[in-house]
């Protein structure tokens, strides 16, 4: 089983970054797939949620309208599209699976890949 992601760096305040997840060896069309970060200093959050199927979306709120997630099943890949970012959005990101969707009240995984590094800083 690999999680790889990729596409982090160093961007300016107010810029963007397109965050990339690549997932084998496991039933990637039917988990719910997560984006999570964690902050130097901070526990991990839970950052957005997309669903298998009907690929709807869930984000929490300091993020809404800024971040957008999707997947594309044929690819086994999962992107986090980060527009209008702020320094509090700096730390590693990472991807996980839970097929039965229960992460955000759980914290339980299936799957944990290994991160990218966001830094947002002028």
């Known amino acids: 089983v690999q999680l790889q992601a990729s596409g982090g760096g160093l961007v300016q305040p107010g810029g963007s970054l397109r965050l990339s997840c690549a997932a084998s060896g496991f039933s990637f069309s039917s988990s719910y797939m997560y984006w999570v970060r964690q902050a130097p200093g901070k526990e991990t959050e839970w950052v957005s949620r997309i669903s298998p199927g009907d690929a709807s979306t869930g984000y929490r709120d300091s993020v809404k309208g800024r971040f957008t997630m999707s997947r594309d099943d044929a690819q086994n890949t999962v992107y986090l599209q980060m527009n209008s970012l702020k320094p509090e959005d700096t730390g590693l990101y990472f991807c996980?699976?839970?097929?039965?969707?229960?992460?955000?009240?759980?914290?339980?995984?299936?799957?944990r890949g290994q991160g990218t590094l966001v830094t947002v800083s002028s």
């Open positions: 996980v699976s839970n097929t039965g969707g229960t992460y955000i009240s759980t914290g339980k995984y299936d799957y």
